[in-house]
């Protein structure tokens, strides 16, 4: 790294990359669990599991706006210096950093199938579901303020994740081009060719 740079992360990746994992392995946990028919039977259990998704996607979808607008309020624009971290490397070291959470959630979705089918592998395709919704709001921020909003990897937890940690003081802002992420953290769509 040059001298004074700071490494960088995309906020909104950070956000966006336990997404998918918590999305398929509950949605995984939730088909299992609904083969078994549990204590309460597969309809109490899929009802049960519907409503947690719900509450599980709006909370996940919510929890900490205000914190991060607050942050992305006085955002200063990254130094010439400040080293931007791909996308590919943000998601591989936040799945990485949660990996046996990611493990135990799952098998303990399938253990939960045989009291209440298919419930907390909802919840957890719930919690999916509202790290997109998150991302996405993000994504319509940056693009509202035309910059992308960057965190250093250094204030993050030591897992990779926690964009919006107590330890996360301010967040860092670029053009809407810079990096290989669009705005919401997704993979930048490569340009058609003529």
């Given at each position: 790294?040059?001298?004074?740079?700071?490494?960088?992360?995309?906020?909104a990746v950070v956000v966006r990359a336990g997404a998918a994992p918590l999305w398929w392995l509950g949605v995984l946990a939730a088909g299992i669990g609904a083969l078994v028919p549990g204590l309460t039977g597969r309809r109490i259990g899929v009802l049960a599991g519907v409503a947690l998704f719900i509450v599980a996607t709006a909370v996940v979808a919510s929890v900490?706006?205000?914190?991060?607008?607050?942050?992305?309020g006085p955002a200063v624009r990254a130094g010439k210096h400040d080293v931007l971290?791909?996308?590919?490397?943000?998601?591989?070291?936040?799945r990485r950093g949660h990996r046996w959470w990611l493990l135990l959630a799952f098998l303990a979705a399938l253990g939960s199938a045989f009291a209440v089918p298919a419930a907390a592998g909802l919840l957890m395709a719930g919690c999916g579901a509202g790290l997109w919704l998150k991302s996405a709001w993000i994504g319509r921020r940056e693009q509202a303020d035309d910059a992308l909003l960057w965190v250093r990897v250094d204030w993050l937890a030591r897992n990779a994740g926690r964009p919006a940690g107590t330890a996360v003081r301010a967040y860092r802002s670029t053009g809407i081009a810079a990096g290989d992420a669009a705005p919401g953290g997704a993979r930048r769509k490569k340009a058609a060719l003529v």
């Open positions: 790294m040059a001298r004074g740079g700071q490494g960088l992360a995309r906020v900490r706006r205000k914190r991060y607008a607050a942050l992305a971290q791909d996308r590919a490397v943000t998601v591989r070291n936040w």
